[in-house]
Each structure stands twice: as structure tokens, then as C-alpha cells.
């Protein structure tokens, strides 16, 4: 089976735009989860979808969203970009996410915001 | 807060040695610990993981350690070679809306001399 692959793999952004990144889970999915990664932070749980369904949500403001299509494949959103938000975003996917069975991590997007 | 502590930060082994990562919880509600393996470049893949009614398991070179009334878990990696080298990352993961969401330690870059 093919992995979890990214679009794009980096992104530039300024300040005060807003951005879309985009993940295809492993065939067969249908838990698809974010997280962003910084060097102060560490790994941090953004959200996850289930069957097109928010299932849960970390602690990050309402300018990052996210949503699921029917077939799996997600797409967040981050609106009014700021500096912090420079990191790395990884889309991961699990397909049996209530057993926790561990989740499949995609290479992530790197994005920079001047 | 910091609800999963991770030490050492950094860890320098000679090809052959024992590597040795520990981790720390607080929330008793956790009930999955997996540890994660990330290479520059990649996304963290999931490299073994524990429930806390196990006191260890071991996968090959890879084995967790499982200390529940201590609420501490740690990674052994025995034999550790050059290709071992990357940075590691364990978790402690609740079942919340269906699915086991991970809080992330901050991680241990392994560095194994040939």
C-alpha cells in the first residue's frame, strides 16, 4: 500500500495569509490526524477526522481548521498566518484509531511564514 | 504543562551499546504508550508500542519497559547500530470520541558511532 503522502512538501507564506495544506491517508483509512511540529514545542495534536467528522481537537486558536472528504483525504486550513505558526505539519492515519493501533505518519509540510 | 517527560534530550552510544530512553506520565488515565522513530526529513514512524497491563515487550533489538505503579515506560535498544540514529519519540495515549489521541515526550536525538 502506498504511504501517507503531503502536498505540498514546503510552503512560504507571509504574514497575514492564509494557507491550505493537504493529506492522502494509507488506502483504507478512515482516521486521519494533524499535528504540528516546532523545535519548542515538540510534537502538538492539532485535530482528527473520522468519516468526514471532527472526532477531537487540541489546543490551538480557531484560525487553524480542518476538514475530510468522503473519500478519506484531508485538507487544514490556517487563516491570518503569524511567525509562530512556522513549523512542520504532519498529517498521520490510522485504520483502526479506536484500538489505538498506532497511526501512520505522512513526511509532513515545512512551512515558513516571513 | 508537560504532561509526558522525555530524558535524556540527546544520547551518544557506541555501535554495540545498550540505548537507553525514559519516559514519565502523569495522567493515569493514559492507557497506549508507543514510542516513535523519526530520520531527518521523514515523518515519526511508529516503532513499538505497550499497554499498561504489560511490563515489557520486546520486538527484535527493541524492547519497553513498563513501570505502571511508577508511571514510567522506557525504551531499550540493544545491539544499537549507526542506522539507529534518529530522533525518538515517546507518547501516552488516551481513548477520547473513539480514538487514542498521543501526547508526545519532546524527544531523543540518538546518535550511535560506528
Known amino acids: 500500500k502506498a504511504g501517507v503522502t503531503q502536498t505540498p512538501r514546503y510552503l512560504i507564506k507571509t504574514r497575514g495569509q492564509q494557507v491550505t495544506l493537504s493529506c492522502s491517508p494509507i488506502?483504507?483509512?478512515?482516521?486521519v490526524s494533524w499535528y504540528q511540529q516546532t523545535p519548542g514545542q515538540g510534537l502538538q495534536f492539532l485535530f482528527e477526522?473520522?468519516?468526514?467528522?471532527?472526532?477531537n481537537k487540541g489546543n490551538f486558536p480557531g484560525r487553524f481548521s480542518g476538514r475530510q472528504f468522503s473519500n478519506s483525504r484531508s485538507e487544514m486550513n490556517v487563516s491570518t498566518l503569524e511567525l509562530g505558526d512556522s513549523a512542520l505539519y504532519l498529517c498521520?492515519?490510522?485504520?483502526?484509531?479506536?484500538?489505538?493501533?498506532?497511526?501512520?505518519f505522512g513526511p509532513g509540510t515545512r512551512l515558513t511564514v516571513t | 504543562q508537560q504532561q509526558v517527560k522525555q530524558s535524556p534530550q540527546s544520547l551518544i552510544v557506541q555501535k554495540g551499546g545498550i540505548s537507553i530512553i525514559n519516559c514519565a506520565y502523569e495522567?493515569?488515565?493514559?492507557?497506549?504508550f508507543p514510542w516513535y522513530q523519526q530520520f531527518p526529513g521523514k515523518g515519526p514512524a511508529l516503532l513499538i508500542a505497550?499497554?499498561?497491563?504489560?511490563s515489557e515487550k520486546k520486538e527484535g533489538r527493541f524492547t519497553i519497559s513498563f513501570n505502571k505503579s511508577a508511571k514510567q515506560f522506557s525504551l531499550h535498544i540493544m545491539d544499537s547500530q549507526p542506522g539507529d540514529s534518529a530522533t525518538y519519540f515517546c507518547?501516552?495515549?488516551?481513548?477520547?470520541?473513539?480514538?487514542?489521541?498521543?501526547?508526545f515526550g519532546r524527544g531523543t536525538s540518538l546518535i550511535v558511532h560506528p
Open positions: 495522567n493515569t488515565a493514559f492507557d497506549y
Open positions: 507518547a501516552a495515549s488516551i481513548r477520547t470520541g473513539g480514538s487514542y489521541i498521543p501526547t
Open positions: 488506502s483504507g483509512h478512515r482516521s
Open positions: 498521520a492515519s490510522s485504520g483502526d484509531p479506536g484500538t489505538g493501533g498506532g497511526q501512520y
Open positions: 505497550i499497554r499498561p497491563d504489560v
Open positions: 477526522y473520522f468519516s468526514e467528522t471532527q472526532r
